[in-house]
């Protein structure tokens, strides 16, 4: 039923971008709070940006000013625009929704590297 795809990973060198995607199926999308939270080589998974159905955004302080993150509810998709990346951003970025129970997507590698 619930569903979250991600897209948009790849390898990129510090200081360039990336734009990822999660698309969701299976739930009224635009009335959940939506999530992207990365994983790090040994780390903990972290949330890096969040957006509730009002608008109303919280970022981690590592990416504020670097990242953003937007939600399409026709088009039921969350997205993160990520500029001026680090290599310190690399990690498996994850799409999650808070419904009743949490819901991941299978995740997208981010790697920043010359």
């Known amino acids: 039923q619930v569903q979250l795809v991600e897209s948009g990973g790849g390898l990129v060198q510090p200081g360039g971008s990336l734009r990822l995607s999660c698309a969701a199926s299976g739930m009224i999308f635009g009335i959940y709070t939506m999530g992207w939270y990365r994983q790090a080589p040994g780390k903990q998974r972290e949330l890096v940006a969040a957006i509730t159905p009002g608008g109303s955004i919280n970022y981690a302080d590592s990416v504020k000013g670097r990242f953003t993150i937007a939600r399409d509810n026709a088009k039921k998709t969350v997205y993160l625009q990520m500029n001026s990346l680090r290599t310190e951003d690399t990690a498996v970025y994850y799409c999650?929704?808070?419904?009743?129970?949490?819901?991941w997507g299978q995740g997208t590698q981010v790697t920043v590297s010359s």
């Open positions: 999650k929704i808070q419904m009743a129970r949490d819901y």
